[in-house]
């Protein structure tokens, strides 16, 4: 199984790497167009922000090879946010894969470090993983909940903790960063 990380100058790509060798998995790291479309699995994680990330994207031709991917692709972080419609966050048309939006989280409790409780959990991504564990995250900017939330959490506000919809997934938070829970989620979207 060919597993690809997708480069597109956001941070923590070799973290999703180390977590992924973990697990047995030996990761192509690239914004290679031939290497994107022959992986089986396809992570676009995502540290930095909305503006630059789109650009590069654009820049790269890669927001229109990510739009019409067949097989498994989870978001991490600015990963998912990126697969929204737009993005408060530089004022940001993105990837429109779901029809939502990322806003600025309410202003005095940003940005939200820390291990939170996800719930309401559904979806795959979520085999064998209890309600009301602890992951990490790492944020700004959240997707309101909405018909494609597959989890939720708090932080002041009830926001998307992953989102899901035909062969796209999201995560808020970090699984690379969330020990075993994030790894049995990493594994979970390995073995869809």
Known sequence: MKVVVIEYNAGNTCSVAFALNRLGIDPVISSDVDEILSADKLILPGVGSAGSAMQYLK????????????????????????????????????????????KKMQKGRV???????????KGPLFDKISEGRYMYFVHSYSVQVNSFAAAVSDHIETFSAAIQKNNFYGVQFHPEKSGDDGLALLNNFISL
């Open 59 to 102: 820049d790269k031709s890669l927001d229109k090879v990510i739009r019409d991917i067949k097989n498994p692709l989870l978001g991490i972080c600015l990963g998912m946010q990126l697969l929204c419609n737009y993005s408060e966050e530089d004022d940001t048309a993105c990837l429109g894969l779901f029809d939502t939006k990322v």
């Open 111 to 121: 940005p939200h470090i820390g291990w939170n409780q996800v719930y309401d959990l």
